[in-house]
């Protein structure tokens, strides 16, 4: 008999006025008890509902059922055939709005806790000693990709699976693109990334690091000189955007994507940094997203005294996941919700010393579907920080389409790829966020997979 309690586990976590001085890992996880008793919670239901709402369609089903059973080994190898990344997924994925949201079980009661289970296994598997990955045998055919992101990362490991000698180029230092540079330690582990990349290595994938694709290599030159047979493009949308506001040039404003790599990627927050970062007292973060509440929760942790959320719309529009708006709460982040910057002032020595805001309401809604924001007239009013860090999306960085000859892009900067990835550019595949713009780590994992499935096809059709 299942389980019938209508509340998933909790899971465990640092309580929010220790975590929000330190970067570990705010949720600890489930113990093997806590879990094989969540998986029984699982009706196993025979139209598999959930697996519908996983964009790498894992057979959730099937690896709850080996955890119930208590043989995580097993779980572990039924979630890794559809998924390169499981450590990571069972931590940032919205499955809330994903797998979750599907569940059965989530229609009068709370739905299994399917992200928490697939971190459980991932986190079980990656602890065992002398875990042996099996090494396909070689095709004899090579493709590159060009980032290693959530996306290229799925799409060099599948595409190792099927035999194929993939090298992944990534511009940093470190592979792991915004799993790295983007997603803070006490989200997601570093640790757990590399192991996660160095899994990839055991099945032959070849990273080669301080890769600028488009400077130091251009995609013709890997194609007609490299010998590569097929390059996926998954690098992502780095290219922060600005609100274009007077006093956006001062010291002490920054884009989310500098400081949070600067934070997670350089280590900022360590004493004895190279690459220290101003540790501001009073800080406004201006978004509502994912980025937004890691952006303020690392300032939180870097010692500032006040952290805002300045969003324009209300609470029920933020994008960011719900969990992730709870974890900042919590931890003393403060939201000022329909509101919106119009200027940012600065001191004789151009340091910022506070940010003028218009309170907002929503009218009818835009092309979106939400319904807009308009500034109410009269209600400007000013709030001291001394850091500002803009949080309000990214696009693609052009250097790449700038350098390839026959690849379409949109307008915005995107690459136009159809569902298979394939781009206008024969041999050419793209996906994630260099196509779509900034989305979701599982999204861009999906489209990984989807054109690794191609670039198979592709090849195969040219052997």
Same mark, same amino acid.
Request: aromatic share 6%; with cysteine; glycine share 10%.
């Given at each position: 008999?299942?389980?019938?309690?209508?509340?998933?586990?909790?899971?465990?976590?640092?309580?929010?006025?220790?975590?929000?001085?330190?970067?570990?890992?705010?949720?600890?996880?489930?113990?093997?008890?806590?879990?094989?008793?969540?998986?029984?919670?699982?009706?196993?239901?025979?139209?598999?509902?959930?697996?519908?709402?996983?964009?790498?369609?894992?057979?959730?089903? +099937?690896?709850?059922?080996?955890?119930?059973?208590?043989?995580?080994?097993? $779980?572990?190898?039924?979630?890794?055939?559809?998924?390169?990344?499981?450590?990571?997924?069972?931590?940032?994925?919205?499955?809330?709005?994903?797998?979750?949201?599907?569940?059965?079980?989530?229609?009068?009661?709370?739905?299994?806790?399917?992200?928490?289970?697939?971190?459980?296994?991932?986190?079980?598997?990656?602890?065992?000693?002398?875990?042996?990955?099996?090494?396909?045998?070689?095709?004899?055919?090579?493709? $590159?990709? *060009?980032?290693?992101?959530?996306?290229?990362?799925?799409?060099?490991?599948?595409? %190792?699976?099927?035999?194929?000698?993939?090298?992944?180029?990534?511009?940093?230092?470190?592979?792991?693109?915004?799993?790295?540079?983007?997603?803070?330690?006490?989200?997601?582990?570093?640790? *757990?990334?590399?192991?996660?990349?160095?899994?990839?290595?055991?099945?032959?994938?070849?990273?080669?690091?301080?890769?600028?694709?488009?400077?130091?290599?251009?995609?013709?030159?890997?194609?007609?000189?490299?010998?590569?047979?097929?390059?996926?493009?998954?690098?992502?949308?780095?290219?922060?955007?600005?609100? /274009?506001?007077?006093?956006?040039?001062?010291?002490?404003?920054?884009? +989310?994507?500098?400081?949070?790599?600067?934070?997670?990627?350089?280590?900022?927050?360590?004493?004895?940094?190279?690459?220290?970062?101003?540790? %501001?007292?009073?800080?406004?973060?201006?978004?509502?997203?994912?980025?937004?509440?890691?952006?303020?929760?690392? $300032?939180?942790?870097?010692?500032?005294?006040?952290?805002?959320?300045?969003?324009?719309?209300?609470?029920?529009?933020?994008?960011?996941?719900?969990?992730?708006?709870?974890?900042?709460?919590?931890?003393?982040?403060?939201?000022?919700?329909?509101? /919106?910057?119009?200027? *940012?002032?600065?001191?004789?020595?151009?340091?910022?010393?506070?940010?003028?805001?218009?309170?907002?309401?929503?009218?009818?809604?835009?092309?979106?579907?939400?319904?807009?924001?308009?500034?109410?007239?009269?209600?400007?009013?000013?709030?001291?920080?001394? %850091?500002?860090?803009?949080?309000?999306?990214?696009?693609?960085?052009?250097?790449?389409?700038?350098?390839?000859?026959?690849?379409?892009?949109?307008?915005?900067?995107?690459?136009?790829?159809?569902?298979?990835? +394939?781009?206008?550019?024969?041999?050419?595949?793209?996906?994630?966020?260099?196509?779509?713009?900034?989305?979701?780590?599982?999204?861009?994992?999906?489209?990984?997979?989807?054109?690794?499935?191609?670039?198979?096809?592709?090849?195969?059709?040219?052997?």
């Amino acid at each position: 008999m299942p389980n019938m309690s209508p509340n998933k586990a909790p899971m465990p976590s640092q309580a929010p006025d220790v975590r929000n001085k330190n970067f570990l890992e705010v949720a600890t996880g489930y113990t093997k008890e806590v879990a094989m008793e969540e998986a029984t919670r699982c009706l196993n239901c025979k139209n598999k509902p959930c697996v519908s709402g996983c964009p790498v369609h894992i057979e959730i089903p +099937a690896f709850i059922k080996e955890v119930a059973a208590g043989n995580f080994e097993g $779980a572990y190898d039924v979630i890794s055939k559809s998924s390169s990344l499981p450590a990571v997924c069972g931590r940032v994925c919205p499955q809330e709005s994903q797998c979750e949201s599907k569940c059965v079980r989530g229609i009068k009661t709370d739905p299994v806790g399917i992200g928490r289970l697939e971190r459980f296994v991932a986190d079980w598997h990656n602890a065992q000693p002398d875990v042996k990955v099996n090494k396909p045998e070689p095709n004899g055919h090579k493709v $590159a990709v *060009i980032g290693s992101g959530p996306a290229g990362l799925t799409c060099a490991g599948d595409l %190792a699976k099927k035999g194929y000698d993939v090298t992944v180029f990534e511009a940093l230092h470190l592979a792991g693109g915004v799993l790295v540079y983007g997603i803070p330690e006490f989200r997601l582990p570093k640790s *757990i990334v590399q192991k996660e990349v160095d899994t990839l290595k055991e099945l032959g994938v070849k990273i080669e690091t301080n890769m600028v694709i488009g400077r130091v290599l251009s995609i013709d030159e890997l194609m007609d000189d490299q010998g590569f047979e097929a390059v996926f493009i998954g690098s992502g949308a780095g290219l922060p955007r600005f609100m /274009n506001i007077p006093g956006e040039n001062l010291c002490g404003v920054y884009s +989310a994507n500098e400081f949070l790599t600067r934070t997670n990627l350089m280590k900022a927050y360590k004493d004895d940094s190279s690459t220290p970062i101003m540790h %501001a007292k009073k800080v406004a973060v201006v978004g509502g997203g994912n980025v937004a509440m890691d952006a303020a929760r690392s $300032a939180k942790r870097l010692g500032a005294d006040e952290v805002y959320i300045v969003y324009r719309r209300s609470e029920e529009e933020l994008p960011a996941r719900k969990e992730e708006v709870e974890h900042a709460k919590e931890e003393g982040i403060i939201f000022k919700l329909l509101h /919106n910057p119009v200027e *940012i002032f600065g001191d004789e020595n151009e340091f910022v010393t506070g940010m003028k805001c218009v309170r907002m309401e929503l009218g009818e809604p835009d092309a979106s579907g939400r319904r807009r924001p308009v500034a109410v007239e009269g209600s400007e009013f000013t709030i001291d920080v001394d %850091a500002v860090i803009m949080a309000i999306g990214t696009s693609p960085n052009p250097l790449i389409k700038s350098t390839t000859k026959g690849l379409e892009t949109q307008k915005w900067g995107g690459i136009v790829a159809d569902e298979s990835g +394939a781009t206008s550019r024969e041999g050419v595949f793209a996906g994630g966020d260099a196509v779509t713009g900034a989305a979701t780590v599982i999204l861009a994992m999906g489209a990984g997979k989807t054109a690794a499935e191609a670039i198979d096809e592709y090849i195969k059709s040219k052997s």
